[in-house]
Nanobody
Framework: QGQLVESGGGLVRAGGSLRLSCAVS????????AAWFRQPPGKGREFVAT????????YYADSVKGRFTISRDDTNKTTYLQMDSLKPEDTAVYYC???????????????WGQGTQVTVSS
């Protein structure tokens, strides 16, 4: 089984940027699709972005499209979420995950990190 460790969260003002990283400790990271989900305060976890094994396919939630970019570095076994033009409604705990298919469905992802807090002030 793999372990996922997120980093890069923090406090930022509206309009600012953050880059989240997710280090994956599995020998077969290149065979997994990767994704980011988030859980806003008092709400359920929601899909943010996903990237396929080849990196040719990406999907984004409508709420982040055009502002967030997901990428992966298979050599370093890391996936990234570049977040620009941040809004207060982006405040959440962000989780990275890995699974067999790049999809918006949470249940398709079997490996999860512990999460990193992102807080956007107005």
């Amino acid at each position: 089984q793999g372990q996922l460790v997120e980093s890069g969260g923090g406090l930022v003002r509206a309009g600012g940027s953050l880059r989240l990283s997710c280090a994956v400790s599995t020998r077969a990271f290149s065979s997994y699709a990767a994704a980011w989900f988030r859980q806003p305060p008092g709400k359920g976890r929601e899909f943010v972005a996903t990237i396929s094994q080849s990196a040719r396919t990406t999907y984004y939630a409508d709420s982040v499209k055009g502002r967030f970019t997901i990428s992966r570095d298979d050599t370093n076994k890391t996936t990234y979420l570049q977040m620009d033009s941040l809004k207060p409604e982006d405040t959440a705990v962000y989780y990275c995950s890995a699974g067999s298919l790049a999809t918006t469905e949470e249940r398709a992802f079997h490996y999860w990190g512990q999460g990193t807090q992102v807080t956007v002030s107005s």
